[in-house]
């Protein structure tokens, strides 16, 4: 996938080799606009691959599914990358915990903050004692991990696959199986709108 234009390049993402084999690895390339010269990045040292990602103006986050083998980190994993060099991961580990296993299906910006929604199989606090597929999101300032996964007003065996931002809340949709679900963040709490959806979506 291709995450937006900034300073004059663009980021394109995905993997290199077959699910679940050895062969599986994140693919990240930096590609420039004015010549088309390609460089590639390295998001994770172990096997997975690139989901997402988007800039907040300065820095990216890009995400997906992959492990960090050189810091034992819980995957999925997160990379910030300012342009030129990638930045330090100082997020505390127990803070993404819930999503161990999981993936990171979507990332957009407000301009400071990001929003990572997609599927946790770790532990969710408040919801289960065991490790499980569960709906997923976080915001992510850069050096803070807020986990909101348990403040869903659904929680299900599910992915939320995208969300975005604009008129000054996220909208954050996805589901599993034939069970949709559609969220709102204004940055305070979240809106179910799961039902207006699907009142006007039959089969959402």
Same mark, same amino acid.
Do not use: C
């Given at each position: 996938?291709?995450?937006?234009?900034?300073?004059?390049?663009?980021?394109?993402?995905?993997?290199?080799?077959?699910?679940?084999?050895?062969?599986?690895?994140?693919?990240?390339?930096?590609?420039?606009?004015?010549?088309?010269?390609?460089?590639?990045?390295s998001p994770v040292?172990?096997? &997975?691959? !690139?989901? @997402?990602?988007? #800039? =907040? %103006? +300065?820095? /990216? *986050?890009?995400? $997906?599914?992959?492990?960090?083998?050189?810091?034992?980190?819980?995957?999925?994993?997160?990379?910030?990358?300012?342009?030129?060099?990638?930045?330090?991961?100082?997020?505390?580990?127990?803070?993404?915990?819930?999503?161990?296993? &999981?993936? !990171?299906? @979507?990332?957009? #910006? =407000? %301009? +400071?903050? /990001? *929003?990572?929604? $997609?599927?946790?199989?770790?532990?969710?606090?408040?919801?289960?004692?065991?490790?499980?597929?569960?709906l997923s999101v976080?915001?992510?300032?850069?050096?803070?991990?807020?986990?909101?996964?348990?403040?869903?007003?659904?929680?299900?065996?599910?992915?939320?696959?995208?969300?975005?931002?604009?008129?000054?809340?996220?909208?954050?949709?996805?589901?599993?199986?034939?069970?949709?679900?559609?969220?709102?963040?204004?940055?305070?709490?979240?809106?179910?709108?799961?039902?207006?959806?699907?009142?006007?979506?039959?089969?959402?």
């Amino acid at each position: 996938q291709a995450a937006n234009q900034q300073n004059g390049y663009i980021l394109v993402g995905g993997q290199n080799g077959s699910w679940f084999t050895n062969s599986q690895f994140p693919r990240l390339l930096q590609i420039s606009i004015s010549n088309h010269s390609v460089r590639k990045l390295s998001p994770v040292d172990g096997e &997975g691959t !690139v989901w @997402s990602g988007d #800039s =907040n %103006g +300065s820095d /990216w *986050l890009i995400s $997906g599914w992959g492990t960090d083998d050189q810091s034992g980190s819980p995957n999925p994993y997160l990379y910030t990358f300012n342009g030129t060099n990638a930045l330090s991961d100082n997020v505390e580990d127990a803070a993404e915990a819930e999503w161990n296993g &999981g993936d !990171v299906f @979507s990332i957009s #910006s =407000n %301009g +400071s903050e /990001w *929003l990572l929604a $997609g599927m946790g199989s770790g532990i969710l606090q408040n919801v289960s004692s065991e490790s499980s597929n569960h709906l997923s999101v976080d915001i992510f300032n850069g050096t803070t991990f807020i986990d909101m996964s348990s403040r869903l007003p659904r929680q299900m065996d599910g992915i939320l696959y995208a969300n975005a931002f604009g008129n000054n809340e996220w909208l954050i949709g996805g589901g599993y199986l034939g069970n949709g679900v559609l969220f709102s963040y204004n940055g305070t709490g979240f809106s179910d709108l799961t039902e207006q959806i699907a009142s006007a979506i039959p089969g959402f």
